[in-house]
């Protein structure tokens, strides 16, 4: 099970720490992934890290900003979110998978497990 937090609203510019805390897996054996959804748009992979953390991965839109990194001693992956845009605002999900590639690649199909996403709302 995953259990993503830390959204909420925040101003153009400013930043939002994601977690995602995982139980019933063994952590460090899959890679995690961040997925966001806006309104009316596609689901999207937006950073993603491998099971050791010596691999990231960043979609375009959020290179620079975002930031993906793990704690495999704590069972956690993050997302810290900086320079936030309005174009940002989204349902943000965290997912695990043993294919970290699947990630890069946005096969969503993949994922071997999903949290409920949790929303990121950025005030213009």
């Known amino acids: 099970q995953l259990q993503a937090s830390g959204g909420g609203l925040v101003q153009a510019g400013g930043s939002l720490r994601l977690s995602c805390a995982a139980s019933?897996?063994?952590?460090?054996?899959?890679?995690m992934g961040w997925f966001r959804q806006a309104p009316g748009k596609e689901r999207e992979a937006v950073a993603g890290?491998?099971?050791?953390?010596?691999?990231?991965y960043s979609a375009d839109s959020v290179k620079g900003r975002f930031t993906v990194s793990r704690d495999n001693a704590e069972n956690t992956a993050n997302l810290q979110m900086n320079r936030l845009k309005p174009e940002d605002t989204a349902v943000y999900y965290c997912?695990?998978?043993?294919?970290?590639?699947?990630?890069?690649?946005?096969?969503?199909?993949?994922?071997?497990?999903w949290g409920k996403g949790t929303l990121v709302t950025v005030s213009s």
């Open positions: 997912a695990a998978t043993k294919n970290f590639w699947a990630i890069v690649a946005g096969h969503f199909q993949d994922m071997d497990n």
């Open positions: 019933g897996l063994t952590f460090s054996r899959y890679a």
């Open positions: 890290i491998n099971w050791s953390g010596n691999s990231t």
